[in-house]
Structure formats: structure tokens, C-alpha cells
């Protein structure tokens, strides 16, 4: 009942997804989150009142989720609400909870060396390189085709990562090595890194479970996720003196200001770094 209430409203959502171009997985994921606030409410969503979508976040926080997952909610329902049914007063009182940033979990060279020949198989042993030999993330290293790889240029490209946007970034020697042994091994011919049916590509649930799982065989006790590797990719480089606004291009921020949050260093101290590697 609810599903079929509900059909008519998504394809509108998708719609208006579709017409800001927003990504297929950010698509996927408005979706479910409006089918989890319609199961709560027990009816069609676009009946929503204020005081439900109150309801809702009281009923979230209650249940103990975490504050990213409270404010992928908030930006559904404003999407919802402002964009697809244009009910602003809705969504009027909604709020981003705002939590206290972390410093992110970053390996050594020596437990990233470790932690990748721990990796179960060749395939995921080239995978998780990818992530941290280029930084990238999880989606990107799973959306690679074999065609991105460019030996001649010695790079891979990078199409359509966070925010729609297509970049190139670093293929090293020894990294380049590495995945022809992978295409020697396994012939993938579309996707680089091909999941249990050869059409589709690896998930990043299957990369993320290997790394965990690589990381558990290294016997390295921090708490790492494929994201680790990206978070010391970066690190690495700003520890041997690159450029932080080299760092920013690789890593595919549009602002130096998102790279330095994500190296948990000031705007200031990274632009005296930058001044003084010029000099």
C-alpha cells in the first residue's frame, strides 16, 4: 500500500534528482530514506505534517544513530519536502547537529605495506593499492574500468567522482606493476575490478570487508577502514614536503579549505608549508 503511494512521489523525486544531476548512489540513498520516514509514518509521506517529520527525527535520535546518519536524513526531507512537494514550512526547524571533528585514523608506511600484503587475494591486494597508492575512495576504486589505466601517461583516470567531476590522478612504477599481474591473472575486460558476476563491478561493501579483513591478518589494532588508506595517501605526501595545493588536485577537493580539514591542519599553517616548499 505504502509502495504504491509511493510510486508516483518517487518517480517526481527522481525526477527532480535527475534534473540537478545528482549521483546515481546519492539518488539510491534520498530514495530509501524517504521509504524509511513512509514506513515510520504507516501512510503516503507527501502527508506529512511539521510536527511528523519532528516526530521522526525525535524518533531517530531515540534510537540511537549516529550524527551523519541524523543529517543524511535532515537534507532528504528538505530535499522532499522544499524541492519535490514545495512545502517549505515542513522542513522549516530542521537542523544539522553539528558534532566535534576528529582527527582521522592515519597508518604508517609500514602498516600500509603490512596491511596490503595481508590482503586476501590478488584482486583485492590491487584494489586496496589503488586506494592508497592514488587516494582514492571507495567508490571510485570499485567504478575503475581497465581503460583508466593509461601506462603511457602513467596515470589513472578518474571519471565522475565526488561531485560529478572527472580528474587524473598519480600511477606509480611499482603500482602499475601490480595491475598488470591482476589483468595477467584474471583477463577482467570491462570493469578492472569485476564482482561475482564479471558484468558488474566489485561492490565497495565486498573492498571494504576485504580491508577489514587485511587489516585484522596485519594485526594492525587501529581502527581502519578503506577511507584510512585515502587519509594516510594524503598524509604521506604532505609529510614528504608535496604541496598541499598538489594534494588538493589529487585528492579531487574543489576548496584547499576541505583538504586541510581533511589533513587536520590549519588554512594558515598549510599555506606557510606551501610558501615554504616554494621557497
Not at 509511493?6 to 530514506?33: C, G, N, Y
Not at 543529517?71 to 515542513?90: G, K
Not at 564482482?195 to 587489516?215: E, S
Amino acid at each position: 500500500m505504502i509502495d504504491e503511494a509511493m510510486s508516483p512521489l518517487r518517480r517526481r523525486m527522481i525526477e527532480d534528482m535527475t534534473i540537478r544531476k545528482l549521483a546515481p548512489k546519492t539518488q539510491h540513498d534520498h530514495v530509501q530514506r524517504i521509504k524509511n520516514f513512509a514506513v515510520f509514518l504507516g501512510r503516503s509521506p507527501d502527508t506529512a505534517t511539521f510536527e511528523d517529520v519532528r516526530r521522526y527525527q525525535l524518533h531517530l535520535a531515540a534510537s540511537g544513530v549516529g550524527v551523519p546518519t541524523l543529517n543524511q536524513t535532515v537534507s532528504t526531507l528538505r530535499f522532499f519536502f522544499r524541492v519535490t512537494l514545495r512545502r517549505h514550512e515542513s522542513v522549516e526547524h530542521t537542523h544539522v547537529i553539528h558534532e566535534p571533528r576528529k582527527l582521522p585514523v592515519v597508518l604508517s608506511v609500514e602498516e600500509v605495506a603490512r596491511l596490503l600484503d595481508a590482503a586476501p587475494g590478488l584482486k583485492y591486494k590491487a584494489a586496496l593499492s589503488v586506494a592508497y597508492g592514488a587516494g582514492l575512495r571507495a567508490t571510485e576504486v570499485v567504478s575503475l574500468k581497465v581503460c583508466d589505466i593509461d601506462s603511457k601517461r602513467m596515470i589513472i583516470r578518474v571519471e565522475q567522482g565526488k561531485g560529478g567531476k572527472d580528474r587524473n590522478v598519480m600511477l606509480s612504477p611499482s603500482l602499475l606493476d601490480l595491475l598488470r599481474n591482476w589483468w595477467k591473472a584474471a583477463r577482467p575486460q570491462g570493469w578492472l575490478f569485476p564482482g561475482r558476476d564479471p558484468a558488474q563491478p566489485m561492490t565497495t561493501r565486498q573492498l571494504n570487508r576485504a580491508c577489514h579483513a587485511a587489516a585484522q591478518m596485519a594485526e594492525i589494532h587501529k581502527r581502519v577502514s578503506l577511507h584510512t588508506l585515502r587519509h594516510s595517501f594524503a598524509t604521506h605526501l604532505l609529510e614528504q614536503n608535496i604541496d598541499v595545493r598538489v594534494i588538493q588536485v589529487l585528492l579531487g577537493h574543489t576548496k584547499l579549505e576541505s583538504t586541510v580539514r581533511y589533513l587536520g591542519i590549519e588554512v594558515d599553517d598549510a599555506l606557510q608549508i606551501a610558501e615554504q616548499i616554494e621557497l
